[in-house]
């Protein structure tokens, strides 16, 4: 039997504007499926990056960042951290979601990819692939960053294929970004 796979065209997720206008969020799945942004273990969405500005903070969450298309995007991080340019055929950048974080776009808007897992539920991994490369064991999303075809579907930069279980595969053509889950076993709390 083939695994159920759903096809999400760039611009056809929920969009939410910021609250800061400075840019606006596909929201493209969350696990458990419809839970909202204080109940989710895991949140797989694209943002379009139009202005420079603060992130907003996840406390409790850890967060990874791939650029899909346009850049590059530099992230600062704070006094006595270093910058980090991120580019769209560059690696993901994992960071805590409490990390005080400011964007600067260095050739106008962005389109970016982010996955969030709670700390303690779930945990995640992007992995940045190419034509050959086989996506990962555990694979729930696959996010085209430009042309290209994988698990025999036809992608434009920003669209993706989101398993009903896991996706298995090669990258027939192009580049996307892969995005793994890994449930994490849940810990009892005993009383004290």
Do not use: Y
């Amino acid at each position: 039997m083939k695994p159920r796979l759903q096809v999400v065209r760039r611009g056809e997720a929920t969009a939410t504007r910021w609250k800061n206008g400075g840019g606006v969020t596909h929201e493209l799945a969350t696990w458990p499926p419809g839970a909202g942004i204080d109940g989710f273990d895991a949140r797989l969405s694209m943002a379009e990056v139009a202005a420079e500005g603060p992130f907003s903070t996840f406390p409790g969450i850890d967060r990874t960042l791939g650029m899909i298309d346009g850049g590059p995007m530099v992230l600062s991080f704070g006094a006595g951290s270093p910058d980090v340019t991120l580019m769209a055929d560059g690696p993901p950048l994992p960071f805590p979601g409490e990390a005080p974080v400011h964007a600067r776009l260095q050739s106008g808007p962005v389109l970016d990819l982010n996955i969030m897992t709670r700390r303690g539920m779930m945990a995640h991994r992007m992995v940045a692939l190419r034509p050959g490369d086989a996506l990962p064991p555990g694979t729930v999303a696959a996010v085209a960053r430009g042309a290209a075809t994988a698990c025999g579907v036809a992608l434009q930069a920003g669209d993706a294929i989101i398993a009903g279980d896991t996706l298995a595969g090669t990258v027939e053509d192009g580049s996307l970004l892969a995005v793994v889950l890994d449930c994490l076993p849940k810990r009892q709390v005993r009383p004290a």
